[in-house]
């Protein structure tokens, strides 16, 4: 059972990289992932350091992409989630 965790995934990523923490960013994808029985390892993980929206509370907030390393699209409802804010 995974264990339950009040912030996002993209809140917990940016905090990494706001922390001086980036290295272990793609690891902490990488176990979100395997919680949603997806194999990490067909995924190429890249980030995107972005100004946040207006009212966030933040300064910057990083966007995570997904691709697929076989060249098929990553599922929108994936893509959505792993960026989900709230």
């Given amino acids: 059972m995974p264990r339950f965790n009040p912030y996002t995934l993209q809140m917990q990523i940016t905090r990494m990289f706001e922390q001086g923490q980036s290295l272990f960013a793609v690891m902490k994808v990488q176990d979100w992932l395997k919680e949603r029985n997806e194999d990490p390892n067909a995924y190429t ?39 989900r804010h709230s």
Avoid at 75 to 83: G, I
């Fill in 45 to 83: 993980i890249q980030f995107h350091q972005k100004p946040a929206p207006p009212g966030l509370g933040e300064v910057m907030v990083v966007e995570i992409e997904l691709q697929r390393k076989d060249g098929q699209p990553v599922d929108s409802w994936l893509q959505q989630e792993v960026n």
